[in-house]
């Protein structure tokens, strides 16, 4: 089925172990978009990109880096993983006016 | 297949208007129903919903679940022009996983 796939759906990692979250959308939309969800909050944007090749931060970028080397694919990665990044984390996509499409979420957890 | 939809896909009213945005669900293992506003980037929390029949109020806005109809409100009165926005439900099961509607764009004109 058309739609974002984000993968892995649960992980544990320990405090300073790096990881990349995948994100693939098929439906050829050029806006991508990654926000985490913290238990009690909304969204908050970490990064977006509008076309392959450009990426931008959004609200709460520190800790995190994206990019966009194709249409389909916008991993972000973890670098030295911290407690506070513990949260889910959502991947979206969107074309022009139409509706948003999210991934089902990744779940994680920094001990 | 879980899924969420939300209808009408888009709206437009005057402002004072009231308008009712509809989300239903087929979500397995239900846990909790959320709605946001969309603005600019990120969405902003209004309501979580777990229980049926209760509605919850935030100054103009208020929303109501049904979990026998599998479905939701959000209402909106006297609108205003800071009201146009995209308005996302999301439904999340026992699981973790959670489930977003495409969205409703409302649009409030003077």
């Known amino acids: 089925n058309a739609g974002v796939t984000q993968t892995p759906k649960f992980r544990i990692l320990k405090i300073g172990q790096s990881m990349t979250l995948q994100c693939a959308q098929d439906m050829n939309h050029n806006y991508m978009y990654w926000y985490r969800q913290d238990p009690g909050m909304g969204l908050k944007l970490i990064y977006y990109s509008v076309g392959a090749g450009i990426t931008d931060k959004g609200e709460v970028p520190n800790g995190y880096n994206v990019s966009r080397s194709t249409t389909e694919d916008f991993p972000l990665r973890l670098e030295l993983a911290a407690p506070s990044q513990t949260s889910v984390y959502f991947c979206a996509s969107r074309q022009g006016d139409r509706g948003y499409t999210f991934g089902s979420g990744t779940r994680l957890t920094v001990v | ?110």
């Open chain 2, 1 to 110: 297949e879980d899924k969420v939809v939300q209808s009408p896909l888009s709206l437009v009213v005057h402002e004072g208007d009231t308008v009712t945005l509809n989300c239903s669900y087929e979500v397995t293992n239900f846990r909790s129903l959320l709605w946001y506003k969309q603005e600019k980037k990120a969405p902003t929390f209004l309501f979580m919903l777990t229980s049926s029949g209760i509605e919850k109020k935030s100054g103009r806005l208020s929303s109501i679940l049904d979990k026998k109809e599998l479905f939701s409100i959000l209402n909106i009165t006297a609108t205003q022009t800071g009201d146009s926005a995209v308005y996302l439900c999301a439904v999340s099961n026992t699981g973790n996983q959670f489930y977003f509607g495409t969205g409703t764009s409302l649009t409030v004109i003077p």
